[in-house]
């Protein structure tokens, strides 16, 4: 569904995305986490065709990322960072609008959603809160039978309610025949853990974490090993992100744990415990706000 | 092809900023006609007088021409004062444009870049000539509610110059907003300001009369007729240029 090699993002000399190569399958939702700045809206921007790469190549549904931008609109279905709508329209005219350029658009299909969140058709759109909008916006979207959904923090103003509709309207069409697949990036680690089968974290532009959440939680663990001073137990372990010791207890984080794991240890250290870590663990390790 | 849905976008695009160009074109175009005194606020060549068009104008006026020319001098420096709060609120649309994330939705529509310009240069060139018209109508119906005895040979040069003159200022603007990143459409904005001092100048406007900008800017007739039209070009050019590496439309 996508492929990127090397794909690189910079807008002049400023970077906001550097060499991403990842594969997602079709039928996968891949949540994307960072700080502010990371690069987050940058990728679903080149990965909905409004911007091109700066270097590196890819594909979205087959579509080249540089070259056929118009192609990837039309089997994109993006609900943009600014929730941009224009204030003197109602959302009637908005879902008129838009299913003008999208022949797969069901205008029924998103009032009956909109109806459902609440948002009244007819008001104009300076008239609702920022919450309405992205309802408006995502309406549109979830009315399209598109390949792929292009969500930028689409639970970002949403009452609970409707985030939770959101959530089961989406899976219910990733898990449809047409398999269809979806990007969304946000800030709520909770949610993505709760929603995405796949991670990646940006930091600064830079891929920080990339794969499978199962794997990489299956992968991450937190290990607490008794050892007597002297012994460098992090030199010898593979994939440690983070160590931190007292009176002989050492306590390792590691993005590699396996099976084999222990028998890794040096001689001298004993494993006490292991514990498996959420991904608001992983992920704070990983943009080094360790907690 | 979804050319109605296009179009729609792109009227919905410049809309505000067209009503804010029209209040400045009628606003603009009533001050010079009411306060001003004189169709299309008329050049300084036109101050140039026969006797007889003196003695006539005098009439006309109930008073010295020397006291009309005052007037117009207060009117001109309010009409020209509007010019440049109207452009100020029409640079920011571009400004909106950025914070309201126009860009973004059109973005996430397929949008065949050509198609877009083409709709939307279209649609401008369009808007530009109801501006010159609605110009021109204020001046020709504000001429004949306060009776100037302009010759009409006259009436409709200041028309077509003051509604052109108005109008292509106005319409670099709006052009300049269609830009998400602000380079080129800081040029034209500041093409656009030189165009409406060079505008406020030939008319005897403070303005431009402050900065003398006639001394190194071409003559208005020249201007209208040559270098507004080139630029329009140079703008088609540059954003045909700029949609082949564009990063968004």
Request: glycine share 10%; no cysteine; charged share 20%.
């Given at each position: 569904m996508i492929q990127t090699d090397s794909l690189t993002k910079r807008y002049g000399r400023l970077p906001a995305l550097e060499r991403l190569t990842m594969t997602v399958p079709a039928g996968s939702v891949l949540g994307v986490l960072g700080p502010n700045g990371a690069g987050k809206t940058t990728l679903l921007r080149v990965l909905g065709g409004l911007t091109r790469p700066t270097a590196g190549n890819g594909s979205v549904v087959g579509w080249d990322l540089a070259g056929d931008t118009v192609a990837i609109r039309r089997v994109t279905?993006?609900?943009?960072?600014?929730?941009?709508?224009?204030?003197?329209?109602?959302?009637e005219a908005f879902l008129r609008l838009y299913a003008g350029f999208f022949p797969d658009a069901s205008v029924d299909a998103a009032h009956a959603l909109l109806r459902q969140w609440r948002v009244e058709p007819d008001r104009r759109v300076d008239a609702l809160s920022r919450g309405a909008r992205t309802k408006i916006l995502?309406?549109?979207?979830?009315?399209?039978?598109?390949k792929l959904f292009l969500l930028d923090e689409p639970s970002e103003g949403l009452d609970p309610n409707a985030v939770e509709d959101l959530?089961?309207?989406?899976?219910?069409?990733?898990?449809?025949?047409?398999?269809?697949?979806?990007?969304l990036s946000t800030h709520r680690v909770e949610e993505a853990e709760r929603v995405c089968d796949r991670i990646l974290v940006l930091h600064g532009g830079d891929v920080a974490l990339e794969g499978d959440l199962e794997e990489v939680r299956m992968r991450w663990r937190r290990i607490i090993i008794r050892a007597a001073s002297g012994i460098d137990v992090a030199a010898a372990l593979p994939g440690v992100v983070a160590t931190?010791?007292?009176?002989?207890?050492?306590?390792?984080?590691?993005?590699?744990?396996?099976?084999?794991?222990p028998e890794r240890l040096p001689r001298g250290a004993e494993l006490l415990e292991t514990r498996g870590m959420g991904l608001r663990e992983i992920y704070l390790t990983v943009v080094g706000h360790a907690p | 092809m979804h050319h109605s849905a296009v179009l729609r976008?792109?009227?919905?695009?410049?809309?505000?900023?067209?009503a804010i160009a029209l209040f400045i074109v009628i606003v603009h175009a009533s001050a010079t006609v009411l306060l001003f005194g004189r169709v299309g606020g008329g050049a300084p060549e036109a101050w140039e007088m026969t006797p007889e068009d003196r003695e006539s104008a005098e009439r006309l006026l109930g008073g010295s021409y020397a006291e009309y020319l005052g007037e117009g001098w207060a009117g001109g420096q309010l009409s020209g004062l509007l010019a440049f709060v109207g452009l100020a609120l029409a640079a920011g649309g571009v400004v909106a444009e950025r914070r309201h994330g126009t860009a973004d939705l059109t973005g996430s529509f397929p949008i065949p870049p050509a198609h877009w310009l083409l709709m939307r240069c279209g649609l401008v060139l369009i808007l530009l000539v109801l501006l010159g018209v609605a110009s021109a109508a204020v001046v020709t119906i504000g001429a004949i509610a306060i009776g100037t005895a302009t010759p009409l040979g006259l009436v409709a040069a200041s028309v077509v110059l003051a509604g052109l003159g108005h109008a292509y200022a106005v319409t670099f603007v709006l052009l300049a907003s269609t830009w998400t990143r602000d380079t080129i459409g800081a040029a034209l904005l500041g093409l656009a300001l030189l165009y409406v001092l060079d505008g406020t100048a030939s008319a005897g406007w403070q303005p431009g009369l402050l900065l003398d900008i006639r001394a190194w800017s071409p003559s208005p007739p020249w201007f209208a007729i040559a270098v507004a039209p080139g630029l329009t070009v140079s703008f088609l050019f540059l954003a045909i240029r700029r949609f082949a590496t564009a990063d968004r439309p």
């Open positions: 279905a993006l609900v943009h960072e600014s929730k941009m709508l224009y204030r003197g329209m109602s959302a995502l309406a549109a979207a979830l009315a399209r039978r598109p959530w089961s309207r989406l899976l219910d069409r990733v898990g449809d025949d047409g398999g269809a697949g979806a990007v931190s010791s007292r009176q002989g207890l050492h306590e390792v984080t590691t993005s590699a744990w396996h099976s084999s794991y | 976008h792109t009227w919905w695009s410049v809309r505000g900023r067209f």
